[in-house]
């Protein structure tokens, strides 16, 4: 296998993604100095696991989209298509976690959809709100500030009680106000749970769009396949179809849909096939 | 087989290793039987399937038609194709003519563990009848407040004959055999109680999975429950770790505890909302035991269809309808991040899970198929594929190694070891009844 620093690889063969990174065991890889010359600590180049490998792969693949700025997010189900071992998957996600390199958020989109998306970008991704409320010349964003000091580093889970919210936020020495929880929800970094009034999920903001196109480009595709004879397409003739309904390349929806079981790949003489799986 | 079987006489093969190496053996080889066939007299789709525990030779099934049937699995009624197919016709069928029986879907039926004289249902009528064997008569009868989606009896028991029952009630109620009442019930889920089981390692201990998507572990002898399982407490491995860091996790993301309830009541007066006053009541007038019915952790994001303790009583194996499994420590209540491959399951039914002697496999019902899970890597190893609809529920017999399976198709289908070559070849040459217990030389 190739070894080189993620950061610096571009993919150029689109039409394997489910080959990569299909090694199960996690590796040491022998460091190599002479490319990275700026790294902070040799033990982030001697070792890597697999999970973040693929992690920075597809952040780095991510599409890019012209009406909305969303910094890039990684589906969980991205992550288990090109991932041979998903239990190590999991566990990697959660060892990630719980170092703060990145965070989790559960999507609105399906039963079990999470998007991954790491600490620097999501707070790329607040200061991008916050300057644009500024903009719009909204005072008191001291709460943003709040948010980004207290709860971001200390609660690393995907939701968050009332209680608990105001308790962290009202640590810096100011009073919590109701209109500070509403600025929060307006942001789009907040949102009320629909079972229980008195908790919150974390969410990435201006992302609902995209998590609209995400859908509806699911059931396109989906719906594409089915309306076949038998169910299966050559990977080569629908990597060059676009989606109609969503922003985001065909790519990402092969990952998600894979990953999550829906569809299969399987190897013939021509090339790849996908093919809709029945249970 | 042989060599195994020398060893083991001169004392070189332990006789624990050598029964489950067989076992093991014979296990990888399932497939859907050629040489034994059930065959059900259910109208509607089957609910509940359950081997008895005291001889494993009883199949007890429980169907939507409100039949309730029990069928011999060793000892088949006829023989068919030249004495190689074995069928299995009921024993005993309960119908709707029966005065006393049931007029709607039979949920949850179940063997009284201590032996096979009496049996217990539970059915959509709010009914839970505990039926004699021999006589076919119901000789106790419990009104549950709502329907009744599953009971559940403990094989440990020694000092109590409790059926705990999971209702559209919020409410888990506990039946008593030996009066006739209800002994208690336990509160604590917010909405209706879909599966439960008791634990295997104590008689104490009950398991129950809402509706509402918490686990509760109840200790039947005191209020409240003790532990409720929280998706987001996880630890890498099977067990955790020795050394015990102070994780960031577990402490932070407790909401409804009740020793972090009682530090936030000084931070009250900066907050200065609604809910100060509210939760300061419900402090004031809660049971100290009744504060874990404000712990609101989720097990998984939907609905709990199915549970299932290991043999050891260590680890918990969970079906939720978000489509995930998870499995759980008992002992430390976290997740243990185990990844099962499903891809959907059913999520309107409660589905009821087996495990394999070992617990090394998970027999799962997955919409039409039924599969084999390994337990500690979550890897799919087999998929049995044979149902027209989906499955409702699968039973591991271990002293057979068969596995049998029914569903919404109102078949029972079942799972056996693949015989030998040179036996098959025998029978047929021979064209015989395949009656194990006759010697090739007597006459």
Redesign the interface.
Known sequence: MNKRIPELETSSSRKRPRDKCSEPESEPESEDAVDNPNSLSLEEDLRFNDTLLALRMMRAQFPQLEKVSVQPFVLRSQLYSSVKDRTQVDRDLESLRRDRVLRIFKLNTGQDDHAIMFLDDYMNQIDRVVKRMEEKKQSDLMVFEWFKANIIQSKLDTSIGHQELCSLLSLEGGKVKEDHISQLINAGLLIRQLIDQHMYWFSIPNIGSVLKGLAQGRKELLSFLNRRKYKEIALATLEKKRLRLSPLDMRFHLRDLIGSGHLKTLRTPTGLIVRVAKD | MWKEIREREFGKLRPNLFTSSVSKHRLSSIQLSNSKEIISSHRASINSLQVDLTEGRYLLAGASDATVAVYDVQRASDYEGGGLIAKHKSVLLINKQHEHGHKYPVSSAIWYPIDTGLFITGSYDHHINVWDTNTTQVVMNFKMPGKVYRTAMSSLARSHMLIAAGTEDVQVRLCDIASGAFSHTLSGHRDGVMSLEWSTSSEWVLITGGC?GAIRFWDIRRAGCFRVLDQ?H?Q??RRPPLLVRP???KK??S?GQSSCAKV?AP?KK????A?KSQ?KTAKQRLHPGMISSLD?ATGH??VITGLKVTDDGMYLLSAG????LRLWDIESGCNT???F????LQSSKSIQMALSQDSALAFVP????AKAFDMW??QTRWTFRGHYENINCCWYNALDQELYTAGNDRQILVWSPSKLNFDEVDEWRNGQAAVTDQDNWSD
């Open positions: 509402d987001s996880s890498f491995g994780s960031t996790n932070s993301s909401a936030r931070h900066l907050n200065g909302n809910l939760v609101r994001y939907g309808s978000d489509s995930r991040l185990v990844n491959e499903t891809t959907r997955c919409m039409t198929t890597s979550g």
